[in-house]
């Protein structure tokens, strides 16, 4: 894709923010705030949108997008705690929108799902496809259900952990190693989503138990606790263990 | 060496039995290695003697120190051998009535002071304890298979198990080189419990038609890093096998919905197809 010249509208408050912003722009775009896209929406190619914790936010944000810019720019949206089915019933056009979803920190993932809506036409998808390719990510495109399929897994074996830890079955030292030694997982499952942020987590599981209405999705009430309390892992210094402000592990 | 060595009973000489015989023995542990199957027996000793001429080949012992770890090991039919023993591990196939009988043997045959230890990846240590004299001195001690292989040991602490003794298996699993964590005695302890939306989410995804087997596979590895896809992983431990730690999960957790099994993985197993030990599971390993 040569939209070097091309700026890519950025809004949300998903920790993946600042980490998409960075890769963006060291892939040559000019990465644009709402606020700069109102001025130039001609300029804009892409608009991305990566709210999940807050879904009125980003209903607002979205309509906003849909509103400010021509149905040919693609609107791409992650589908981490809502289905891209229903963030394109929000909109005039929702042809142009299509899903997303993937985890922090982006430079460990080689890949990255696209979840193109029921409403998403193939040339939005295309266009999704080969804008992640720009950034140097394979894509796999799924059927559209909340959490796609690595973020929805792995939500659930951190959301399983939380419950082990809640009940004091095990410490998060040892559930960690467990994992990692045990079962050969890249990460324990506690340190990963304190590196993914406990919210974005949160978002994931909170959104399959609303939409699938299942107790399988039950949300660990300590995972949901630590979020409230804004313990959201490296980035607030503390999660499920404690940091200094090197972001070391202290405890 | 072990910085003191201890004499191990090590009880079924099966894959893991043996495995776990080859662990103590490598550490100078004496070993009594007790099956009732005289055959099992034969293959546990050419197993021994097949892996440690293997680590003389690669120059990671001599001649000499293989034979001597071969000397440490016993290999016996006869519980009652096992009155001398320090340690004993229980490793027979996972069944309660097997369990339980074994440990109301090992509860009369042994000191009173002996750790008596189960390698179990399922059944309740409280449950194997239950009603025995001493039950401050039986916990779970879960290996990983391959045993010699597998660096983790779950120490698992039974309703009655005392601290001292939990210190005690922490230490001996040290002692053996392994990597222990301590678990209160619960179902799944913590990795069959922990790893089991790893397959039963997939099984949902796959079944609710979000995504095939191969495009599952290559996500969790090449989105989430795992070294491998929870499709090609069942196939390499049996389907058979993950569908009954997920139903044991299950039930043990009075049917919490979190660990549902999947009728996907059950029909499987209703028609044999169960990995590559039956050359067709998720993948075909007969092309």
């Known amino acids: 894709m040569t939209t070097t010249n091309k700026a890519v509208l950025l809004v949300g408050d998903s920790p993946l923010y600042g980490e998409l912003h960075q890769l963006i722009t060291d892939r040559g775009y000019r990465v644009l705030s709402l606020e700069e896209a109102a001025v130039q929406p001609e300029a804009v190619s892409l608009a991305i949108e990566v709210n999940s914790v807050h879904l009125q936010a980003k209903e607002e944000l979205i309509r906003k997008l849909d509103q400010l810019l021509v149905p040919a720019v693609p609107i791409v949206t992650t589908s981490l705690a809502i289905t891209a089915t229903e963030t394109a019933s929000w909109t005039k056009h929702p042809g142009r929108v299509c899903g997303f979803g993937t985890l922090a920190p982006l430079a460990e993932r080689e890949l990255i799902e696209i979840a193109p809506a029921l409403q998403t036409e193939e040339a939005a998808v295309r266009a999704t496809e080969s804008f992640f390719q720009s950034l140097g990510k394979e894509t796999e495109r799924v059927e559209d259900e909340v959490g796609l399929v690595f973020p929805r897994i792995l939500s659930l074996i951190i959301n399983e952990a939380a419950f082990t830890l809640m009940e004091k079955t095990a410490t998060p030292r040892d559930i960690d190693t467990a994992m990692k030694q045990g079962t050969n997982y890249p990460y324990g499952p506690l340190e990963w989503a304190d590196r993914i942020g406990l919210d974005e987590i949160y978002a994931i599981t909170r959104g399959l138990q609303r939409d699938l209405a299942e107790e399988r999705y039950r949300t660990a009430p300590l995972l949901r606790k630590l979020v409230l309390a804004n313990r959201v892992g490296v980035r607030s210094g503390q999660g499920f263990y404690t940091y200094d402000a090197k972001g070391g592990c202290g405890v | ?287």
């Open chain 2, 1 to 287: 060496m072990a910085m003191h060595t201890e004499t191990v009973g090590v009880i079924g000489a099966g894959t893991m039995g043996a495995g776990i015989a080859l662990v103590c023995a490598r550490k100078g542990h004496k070993v009594k290695l007790l099956d009732t199957n005289q055959a099992v027996l034969d293959k546990a000793l050419t197993y021994l003697q097949a892996t440690l001429s293997k680590d003389v080949e690669k120059g990671r012992i001599s001649d000499g120190q293989k034979a001597e770890t071969l000397a440490l090991v016993d290999f016996v039919s006869d519980m009652e051998l096992l009155a001398v023993c320090d340690i004993v591990i229980e490793a027979v196939p996972e069944r309660l009535d097997l369990k339980k009988n074994i440990f109301g043997g090992l509860s009369r045959i042994c000191r009173s002071d002996a750790l008596l230890l189960t390698n179990t990846s399922s059944i309740s240590i409280t449950e194997i304890a239950g009603g025995l004299p001493h039950p401050e001195r039986i916990l779970g001690f879960h290996f990983f298979n391959p045993a010699p292989v597998m660096p983790l040991v779950e120490v698992i602490r039974g309703t009655k198990s005392s601290e001292e003794n939990v210190q005690r298996a922490y230490r001996f699993a040290e002692e053996l080189g392994k990597v222990p964590v301590l678990v209160t005695d619960s179902p799944g302890f913590i990795v069959n419990r922990i790893a089991r939306p790893y397959y039963n989410e997939a099984l949902r995804i796959l079944g609710d038609n979000l995504a095939d087997v191969e495009k599952i596979d290559r996500i969790m590895k090449r989105a989430g890093g795992f070294k491998m896809g929870p499709f090609e992983l069942q196939d390499m431990i049996g389907i058979d096998i993950n569908f009954a730690t997920t139903q044991s999960v299950y039930t043990d957790f009075f049917h919490e919905g979190r660990f549902k099994p999947s009728r996907i993985q059950q029909r499987m197993v209703q028609a044999g197809s169960l990995g590559r030990k039956t050359g067709e599971g998720f993948y075909d390993y007969n092309k």
